[in-house]
């Protein structure tokens, strides 16, 4: 998978208007915190998993995963992994600015008839 399709699908937008329940800025802050909750607490869960199987099976102690540094292919594999992450965590805001974006453009013919409106 490229890199520019793995970021467009991790901000993909659901199907139909989003209701809002609460202040809209109140309720972006708190999709984006929930998001970051939910994420975190799945990587938790596994990471603990992992943990717990590793250790017991004797592979890696605890200890060694506190000491260990990625190299450079690993290091760029968790920068990809972030950007993705983020867009997640930020969909809200991403979407929400598209949303601007495409109600205040005007088309060039737009742009034009307005243009010679403020003329005359």
């Known amino acids: 998978m490229s890199i520019d399709l793995a970021l467009a699908l991790s901000s993909a ?3 139909g208007k ?9 309720e972006r802050v708190l999709n984006i915190l929930m998001a970051t909750v939910q994420e975190l607490a799945v990587t938790r869960e596994r990471l603990d998993t992992l943990e717990r199987l590793l250790e017991a099976k004797g592979i890696v102690a605890r200890s060694e995963i506190e000491r260990f540094e ?15 992450y983020l867009n997640r965590v930020l969909r809200t805001l991403q979407q929400e600015a598209e949303a601007m974006q495409t109600t205040d453009d005007l088309a060039s013919e737009e742009v034009a008839l307005e243009v010679s ?3 005359a």
């Open 18 to 26: 989003r209701p809002y329940f609460m202040d809209r800025e109140v």
């Open 117 to 119: 409106r403020a003329d």
């Open 70 to 84: 990625p190299n450079k292919d690993e290091a760029a594999e968790r920068g990809l992994w972030m950007q993705e």
């Open 13 to 15: 937008k659901a199907a």
